[in-house]
Each structure stands twice: as structure tokens, then as C-alpha cells.
């Protein structure tokens, strides 16, 4: 049984209040969710200290239905009030004792799920894989907004799905007040299910062949509908880089037999694209950065692209062009040549490089990428003499990415796996094998998010000497361990100078909590080395850090304190930008 009284202190807060002080809500004996559902149905907080008499009676008087509105919601059938309003000569104050009763609970729980209701069962395992998330099992308690969810996504997933006559046979939720029970039965009739039909395309100018174009679209007539697979479309458009805009629709009421048409209307962008930037860090000081793109050479869409990037430690210029193959979304050959120099206390060395790679995504979160590029490097490490060395390296990169934020992800990955080599043999002054494993992952915690890093690597070759400097391993800097210059870590030959090993091991582990919109603070720990038989000397720093995210990368402005280590500094201050994963 519902009961409700009401005392009433005074009546003098009609319209007696200060319209800049806001009304009060007190709640005893309600858990958090209770409360919190109450507070949302009253919405005490919005109104007025002043109010008209008439209304402030009205509203007084619905906070009988509005309670139990919001008790009920949550299984709460049994539940009793004792709201008391007091005058306290600015606004005025509402509490309300509350006894909750008993919560309701589901005894009963049948969904059905049918293409033709009684007769066919619904076969889809989209539909399966619903109904196993639904927030409804007998013995939960009550909940109005988990019921309405439930017909919500039925109906949500049957639109995404084509079935464009989907209904309810029956949808009823059943109280039993004496047995303190509800009952609930959902009868779903999804009814035909609708295909893709004709697929009309419209290039602005015809800047790109038809055929081309429509290798991007990965339906055809006659498959079911999906709209999932009109959101891949356009995202597939979109990354491609030729098109200012991407019209894809599939108007359902113009549906014709069950087949929905798909009209698709591209405009190109800006055939060409100039961009310059400049930016500061700290492994590689102020730097500038040219670049051109050519977004589409012919009607075949072919791209160039090229890149120019200028440091006082490391500048290189890059370009490449891009062959979109059978699937121009997913399999891309790259012609690349480039240029790179560095000069860092440890070493520096000139490459020259040309090569080949083909990029092909196997799904959403899997890149895989085999290469093979001729490399002419002359470099010097330490005190030894100048050398010059050509390598033919065939290799395969594997890379597994997924988050749910570009900018900020609270949770994400990323794994790659490097494998390349060369013979003496084939084109090449040196013989080795190299494996490059990298892991980043991203999880919540508490108010912030706790951020992993570990790179790993292994090189093959009997005398590292042979090896050019841009393949051997260093540690230390901005991305490996903090609190150490860049490339200032590794073995050291017989007068103390680094000149980097074979094998490699860093690792880091941050927390991070972002405290407004777009700043941050961090803690971290980093270890590692760069080493050849044994890591023994493991390079260990601590710090602390500031985060600025802007909408190209986080900046991080850090300070590192190694420790365990006489030879180094005190401290070390770290300025970089780039992506978490």
C-alpha cells in the first residue's frame, strides 16, 4: 500500500523567498539510487524561491504522483513518503523521510523473438547477441528504464537491420502488488528483412573514374540491408582523402519489394595540399616541418605525398606514392624514397633509402604491412671510422590498434611487430635478423587512467660493429626512458662511449588524471636499457608532468629523476607532443 502525509511547518514560503538563493532537497532512509532517481523526478534544484502561490500549490500537490513515479521506476511499489516543507527566510527546504519497502523483483521473464510471429523463429545473430546483453533476468529487481531500453534497442537494431515493418505483438510489464512480483513478456515480430537495391553514383566532374570509386562500396544489390555498412562507407570515403563531401543516404521510404535504393554524391576536395608547422621537443629541440600532398594524380586515384622535417638533431625528406589496389580502403602499394640525417652525441649517420611495401587491413583492428627497401647509410658511432654500408631489407610489420578516443581514450591498445633482416648474399654488406615487438595499453582508473608502455627488440649478427647506427638499439629520451637524454643509453665500447647494442628493453608505466577539459597531471615510472648478451644495467627514473590536449595531441611537459645512478643528473626536463597510442 502507497501512503502519503504531508506536514506543512509553514505556509509563508508562497512567494516569499529570494529568487537568487535555490531551493534545498534533504532525502533520508533512500539508497543512492533511489535518491538520485528522486531528485531527478522533483528537480527541486531548477525552482524558483519564487513562484507564484497558484503554482507552488499545484506542484506541491503532483509530489504525490512524482514520488511515486519515481519509486516505482526502480521496483519500488510498497514504498511510503513523508515530505515536511520548512520556511527558512531566504527559500525554502523540502525533506522527505522515505521507507522504501521491499523491492519488487522479475518472477517472470519471457521474450520472444520471431520473423513471422508464431510461425518462424527469428534467425539473426545480431539479434542473439542482444538479447544476451539485455539488462532484464528474473530476480532483478524492477526497473522501468532497463524495460524501455530493452524494446528501445529491439526497435534500434531492427531499423539497422532492414527489417522495416518490426513491431511488438506484445509488450507488457505486469505488476502483482500483493505477491510484491512483476511478470514481463516481450512478443517481437521482426517481419521481412530488407536488401540493398540499386546503387546509384554521382562524381562531381568525374575527377575519378566510376569503377574505381565503386570498389570502395563492399555491398551490393540483393545483400541484406545494413546500415553499419553505410557508416563503413563513408568513413572508408572519408579517410581516402579525395572527397570534400560524402553524401550516402538510403532513403527507406522509397523501399520497393524489400529493396531499399542507395544514392551516393561525392564532391572533390582541393586537388592540392600545402601545410608547414613547427614545434619543440626535446630529443630533437625546435624543429619545422614542410609538406605536399597531391590528393588524387589521375582518374585511377593515385596520390603523392612528401614531407619535409628540419631539427638541429634529425631532418629527413620523404615522399611517397600511393597505388590504391583492388580494395582502395584496404590495400594501398607505396613507393617510398627518402632522405634522413642525424647527429646526436653518440652517433650520426646519412640514409639514403627506396622501397616498396603493401599495406593491407585485414579487419577493423589489424594492419599488416610487407615491405622490402634498399638502405645506403653512411654513418660514424663513437671513435670509429666513417663507414659505408647497402642493405636489401625485406620485412612484415603486424599492427593491432583499438581505442575509443583519439584525443583522450580512457581505453585503448596497441601491439606491433616488427620483423626485418638481410644477407650478405642478396645485395647486402651485412647479414642480420631483427624482431621488434611494442605494446601500449590504456585502462581506467579511478579518476584517471593508468598507461603501459613496453618495447622490446632482438637483433641477430655475430659483431655489432657491422651494424649502420640507424639500425642498432639506443635508449634514453622523451619516448624510452625519461630522465636520460636521447639515444644516451646502451653498451659502451672499451673508452666509455655508447655505440648502441643489439638488444632492447624499456618499459613505463604513468598514471594520469585530467583535471579539466584540457589539462592534466601525471606520475611515472620508466626502466630500461639498450643492451647486447645480458640487460644488467637497468636505467630507472621517476617524474611528474603536466598534460596540455589540444586537438592535434596531448603535449607533455615532464621532469625525471633517475635514481640508482651516480653517473647521471639530478634531473631531467622532457617537452614532447604526440598520441597516446
Not at 9 to 24: D, K, M, R, Y
Not at 116 to 142: C, R, T, W, Y
Amino acid at each position: 500500500m502507497f501512503r502519503f502525509s504531508v506536514t506543512l511547518l509553514t505556509l509563508l514560503w508562497f512567494g516569499s523567498a529570494l529568487a537568487a538563493v535555490q531551493p534545498e532537497l534533504d532525502i533520508d532512509g533512500a539508497d543512492a539510487k533511489l535518491e538520485e532517481n528522486i531528485r531527478t523526478y522533483l528537480n527541486v534544484e531548477d525552482r524558483s524561491c519564487e513562484r507564484n502561490q497558484g503554482r507552488q500549490r499545484l506542484w506541491f500537490a503532483e509530489l504525490n504522483t512524482q514520488l511515486r513515479n519515481a519509486a516505482e521506476a526502480l521496483g519500488y511499489y510498497r514504498a511510503s513518503f513523508t515530505p515536511t516543507v520548512i520556511n527558512n527566510n531566504k527559500c525554502w527546504e523540502l525533506t522527505i523521510d522515505v521507507i522504501p519497502g521491499e523491492q519488487m523483483k522479475i518472477a517472470v521473464l519471457d521474450i520472444q523473438l520471431w520473423r513471422i510471429a508464431d510461425s518462424e523463429k527469428l534467425i539473426d545473430p545480431e539479434f542473439d547477441a542482444l538479447l544476451k546483453n539485455f539488462p532484464l533476468h528474473v530476480g532483478d529487481p524492477v526497473n522501468h528504464a532497463n524495460y524501455e531500453f530493452v524494446k528501445s534497442e529491439l526497435l534500434t537494431l531492427s531499423a539497422q537491420r532492414g527489417y522495416l515493418n518490426a513491431r511488438f505483438v506484445k509488450n507488457e510489464l505486469r505488476i502483482d502488488i500483493e505477491k510484491n512480483q512483476a511478470s514481463i513478456t516481450i512478443v517481437y515480430e521482426a517481419g521481412a528483412r530488407a536488401y540493398f537495391g540499386d546503387i546509384t553514383l554521382e562524381i562531381q566532374n568525374n575527377f575519378l573514374d566510376e569503377d574505381f570509386v565503386r570498389r570502395f562500396i563492399k555491398f551490393k544489390k540483393g545483400d541484406y540491408f545494413e546500415a553499419e555498412k553505410l557508416i563503413d562507407l563513408r568513413r572508408n570515403l572519408s579517410n581516402a582523402r579525395y572527397f570534400n563531401t560524402m553524401n550516402v543516404t538510403a532513403p527507406t521510404e522509397q523501399v520497393v519489394d524489400q529493396f531499399i535504393p542507395v544514392n551516393i554524391k561525392l564532391s572533390p576536395r582541393a586537388r592540392n595540399n600545402y601545410s608547414v608547422g613547427a614545434g619543440i621537443a626535446t630529443d630533437t629541440g625546435v624543429r619545422g616541418k614542410l609538406g605536399y600532398d597531391r590528393y588524387w594524380l589521375n582518374k585511377q586515384g593515385h596520390q603523392f605525398s612528401s614531407e619535409l622535417l628540419l631539427s638541429k638533431v634529425l631532418s629527413e625528406i620523404n615522399g611517397v606514392y600511393k597505388i590504391p589496389l583492388e580494395d582502395p580502403s584496404d590495400d594501398i602499394f607505396n613507393i617510398k624514397a627518402g632522405f634522413q640525417t642525424q647527429n646526436t652525441d653518440t652517433e650520426e649517420h646519412q640514409t639514403y633509402s627506396l622501397g616498396v611495401d603493401w599495406t593491407n587491413r585485414r579487419h577493423d583492428t589489424l594492419l599488416v604491412t610487407r615491405s622490402i627497401s634498399f638502405q645506403r647509410e653512411t654513418y660514424i658511432v663513437a671513435d670509429q671510422e666513417e663507414r659505408n654500408v647497402d642493405l636489401l631489407m625485406p620485412g612484415i610489420n603486424w599492427t593491432w590498434s583499438e581505442s575509443l578516443s583519439s584525443l583522450y581514450p580512457k581505453r585503448g591498445h596497441y601491439f606491433s611487430l616488427d620483423v626485418r633482416g638481410a644477407h650478405e648474399d642478396f645485395l647486402s654488406d651485412v647479414s642480420f635478423f631483427e624482431v621488434r615487438p611494442n605494446a601500449r595499453i590504456i585502462r581506467p582508473l579511478l579518476a584517471g587512467r593508468i598507461l603501459g608502455r613496453l618495447t622490446l627488440g632482438a637483433i641477430s649478427i655475430e659483431d655489432v660493429n657491422a651494424l649502420p647506427a640507424s639500425i642498432r638499439f639506443y635508449a634514453g629520451g622523451d619516448s624510452s626512458v625519461r630522465g636520460y637524454a636521447y639515444q644516451s643509453l646502451g653498451p659502451l665500447n672499451d673508452e666509455g662511449e655508447i655505440i648502441g647494442g643489439k638488444n632492447l628493453a624499456t618499459a613505463s608505466l604513468e598514471y594520469d588524471w585530467r583535471f579539466v577539459e584540457t589539462w592534466g597531471v601525471a606520475v611515472f615510472t620508466d626502466a630500461g636499457n639498450a643492451f647486447n648478451e645480458e640487460l644488467v644495467d637497468v636505467k630507472k627514473s621517476v617524474g611528474v608532468g603536466v598534460r596540455w590536449y589540444t586537438v592535434i595531441a596531448p603535449v607533455r611537459l615532464d621532469i625525471a629523476f633517475p635514481y640508482d645512478d651516480p653517473s647521471a643528473s639530478d634531473y631531467r626536463i622532457h617537452l614532447s607532443l604526440g598520441v597516446d597510442l
